[in-house]
């Protein structure tokens, strides 16, 4: 008998939940602008971002040439330049006035200057020197052009230094060995192809998750209240049958949601865009799993704080930004002001996106994310705890207004 009564009891309990779960499922579907913001943001974000940063480095950046040897070794260098993949000379300028002008009319992003003496002070085995003017305003843009100005000078110096060498009778071998007797070579292990796109779009994709979550849920509470009797965000009802139930119920709701939204943002978008991908899927799937959770509670526990809707449209513009600073994506946790690194471990996106960028960038096993992926559970048991007590608390305020 009393097998019989908890059956039917975990059966009622189940059904209610389920049909909390069908609700919200039916709030979102009627609701536009959580529509736009779960489906068409979650969705076509990543797609945006992918696109932008599609061609992943910057290549043929245009420079001008301030030339005023006007000799043979020069043009070399000149040919060498045009040569490399990052720079292409676009202005041969008479001076470097000139080039400034069409620097600060945007017609080119750099400037190089080659002094008069340069063919003559190589000829008589002095150091030359090579000037390369670029804005500091735009980092990538200062990184091609000093990257591709050093690899030439150091290229063209070796070669001359071979020459010289040569004619004292060495053999070829010895003179690339007294020419260069150490040799570095860089090899890039996580980003071969050292793109932008592979280095933002990951921290973007799992911050895009959290904050549609914020912003469709918090719609959603916002909505609850303009339309609840007293602005409640549980609607006053004589019969309540659990206020576990009705966070399970909503949760689940936006659980089935964000599993597919989560699905196409971490694995089909890096592979679209031919994001390095080292991910082992099943690993992959294991972390989703306290990542979204962690970001559904979170969610609901602060929406409790939104009394009408454009108030989560403020905190979305006010968060979006400052979580992606102190995530230790763009700048290494290890130089973020403690203060605002410990603030960053109170958002389920700083966990998600280094545990994300270690599985799908580094190859990582789960032993080497283990760190995120427990730290994604605590968040969710702490912000379900939360969420319980907030939803509890509404529940009784509305129970108030009954009597």
Aim: proline share 4%.
């Amino acid at each position: 008998m009393v097998d019989k009564l908890n059956y039917k009891s975990i059966k009622k309990a189940i059904q209610f939940t389920w049909q909390l779960t069908c609700q919200e499922l039916k709030n979102v579907f009627t609701d536009s602008g959580v529509i736009i913001i779960f489906f068409a943001a979650g969705l076509l974000y990543p797609l945006l971002y992918g696109f932008v940063y599609y061609n992943e480095n910057l290549t043929n950046v245009p420079v001008a040439v301030v030339d005023n040897s006007q000799s043979a070794m020069s043009r070399e260098l000149i040919r060498k330049i045009d040569a490399t993949p990052d720079l292409e000379v676009s202005f041969h300028s008479p001076s470097l006035e000139e080039a400034k002008l069409l620097f600060a009319k945007n017609k080119v992003k750099g400037i190089i200057f080659i002094p008069s003496s340069f063919s003559k002070d190589i000829q008589t085995g002095i150091q030359t020197n090579i000037s390369a003017y670029a804005s500091m305003a735009s980092m990538l843009y200062y990184r091609a052009m000093y990257a591709a100005v050093n690899y030439v000078c150091l290229d063209m110096g070796q070669h001359i230094q071979m020459n010289n060498l040569a004619s004292t009778g060495l053999t070829q071998r010895q003179t690339q060995v007294y020419a260069t007797p150490v040799l570095s070579e860089g090899k890039s292990l996580y980003n071969p192809k050292g793109g932008y796109a592979s280095f933002l779009v990951p921290t973007i994709l799992i911050l895009v998750i959290q904050q549609t979550l914020v912003l469709g849920i918090g719609i959603l509470a916002g909505t609850a209240r303009e339309e609840n009797s007293f602005h409640q965000l549980i609607p006053i009802k004589k019969k309540y049958h659990g206020t576990l139930r009705i966070v399970l119920g909503k949760s689940f709701a936006y659980l089935i949601l964000y599993v597919f939204i989560s699905c196409y943002n971490l694995i089909v978008i890096p592979r679209i865009f031919n994001l390095p991908q080292l991910d082992d899927i099943l690993t992959l799937v294991i972390f989703m799993f306290p990542l979204l959770l962690a970001c559904i509670f979170f969610a609901m526990s602060i929406s409790v704080f939104f009394f009408d809707r454009e108030v989560v449209f403020l905190l979305y513009l006010f968060s979006s930004i400052p979580l992606l600073f102190i995530s230790g994506s763009l700048w290494p946790a290890e130089y973020i002001p403690t203060f605002w690194k410990v603030m960053s471990y109170f958002f389920p996106s700083t966990l998600g996106i280094q545990g994300f960028i270690k599985i799908n960038s580094m190859g990582a096993s789960f032993s080497q994310i283990s760190f995120e992926y427990f730290g994604l559970w605590i968040q969710a048991g702490m912000y379900f705890i939360f969420t319980f007590f907030v939803y509890r608390w509404q529940i009784l305020q509305s129970e108030k207004r009954l009597k």
